[in-house]
């Protein structure tokens, strides 16, 4: 199916903007810093124009990977000057096509055929790693994000559509202190790093020799109430029940299963509960990040899990 051209925007940014002094004179937005971060593979989040724990994680990993310095030029080495922040996009009916329903009651969610995307905004949130506040504000004149007349409309996203893969990881870490995960090559190198949630209090995380074990994108789930014993409203299903896949699954859009069985990393629903305990024991990321390290990995890459 034929995608929607992305066109320059001219201005960078569009609504005003924080700004982040990277080093003595090389001062950028932080919508700049969080798109060049994004495109490189050291994930933000959500790109929301806030500088917040993870933006900073993101920069300290990306200057680790190249053993970078604050008097280095950042902006040089993160592309800022070669593309803009923001570009012009245009709304296609396949974008629409993707909303569709997903229900929080366990056993409706068994009923309906894909874990889809509820609205527009949240069809965009995800193809453009945007939180759909953010979203909105960088095109204020939009007042109905539901309207049937906005297919070939122009709005403003943040550029992170590169195109570019990501190299081969030989060994992916997970530092449940910090709540990132970060792919290293064979020279124990980062070459990627994302935000991630960890098993919550009292929950157990994976440990030993582990990796990854299965790679199986487009997810279905199994529900089992026994998972969820503080739920009243999953013991009340009384079963195991088949959630179809989707970007709302409960795993969201890709599973890479462990050796240990039961764990995982894998995508969410919830993007805005990344980088913190969350989990009934597996990793976490963003639906765009899990993807981003699926092509990364093997079913035989070493997974080690440090800090919790």
């Given at each position: 199916m034929k995608r929607a051209a992305l066109i320059l925007f001219a201005a960078l940014l569009p609504i005003a903007a924080r700004t982040r002094d990277l080093a003595p004179g090389q001062f950028v937005s932080v919508v700049e810093l969080q798109?060049?971060?994004?495109?490189?593979?050291f994930g933000v989040g959500f790109i929301d124009n806030r500088d917040g724990q993870k933006t900073q994680m993101a920069l300290a990993d990306f200057k680790a990977s190249l053993n970078l310095s604050d008097s280095d030029d950042l902006r040089g080495k993160l592309g800022i000057r070669d593309y803009p922040a923001v570009v012009e996009y245009e709304i296609t009916q396949q974008d629409l096509d993707q909303i569709g329903q997903a229900p929080a009651d366990w056993i409706e969610a068994s009923r309906v055929s894909a874990m889809a995307c509820e609205s527009l905004?949240?069809?965009?949130?995800?193809?453009f790693h945007v939180s759909e506040d953010y979203l909105h504000r960088l095109n204020p004149e939009i007042q109905d994000w539901n309207s049937t007349n906005i297919v070939a409309v122009r709005i403003r996203v943040p550029n992170v559509l590169?195109?570019?893969?990501?190299?081969?990881a030989a060994k992916i870490v997970v530092d449940c202190?910090?709540?990132?995960?970060?792919a290293l090559d064979d020279g124990g190198r980062i070459i990627a790093s994302f935000p991630c949630s960890v098993a919550r209090e009292g929950k157990a995380a994976p440990t030993g020799e582990l990796h990854v074990a299965t790679c199986a994108p487009s997810p279905n789930y199994t529900f089992d109430?026994?998972?969820?014993?503080?739920?009243p409203r999953a013991q009340k299903v009384g079963g195991k029940l088949i959630i179809p896949p989707g970007p709302n699954n409960p795993v969201g859009v890709y599973w890479l299963g462990l050796n240990l069985p039961g764990f995982g990393i894998h995508g969410t629903?919830?993007?805005e509960t990344i980088g913190r305990r969350e989990s009934h024991g597996c990793f976490r990321l963003t639906n765009w990040d899990i993807i981003r390290l699926a092509s990364m990995v093997t079913c035989s890459t070493p997974v080690e899990v440090t800090g919790f």
């Open positions: 798109v060049a971060l994004d495109r490189h593979g905004s949240e069809v965009l949130s995800e193809k590169s195109g570019e893969r990501l190299a081969a202190a910090r709540y990132r995960m970060r109430p026994k998972i969820y014993p503080e739920s629903p919830h993007p």
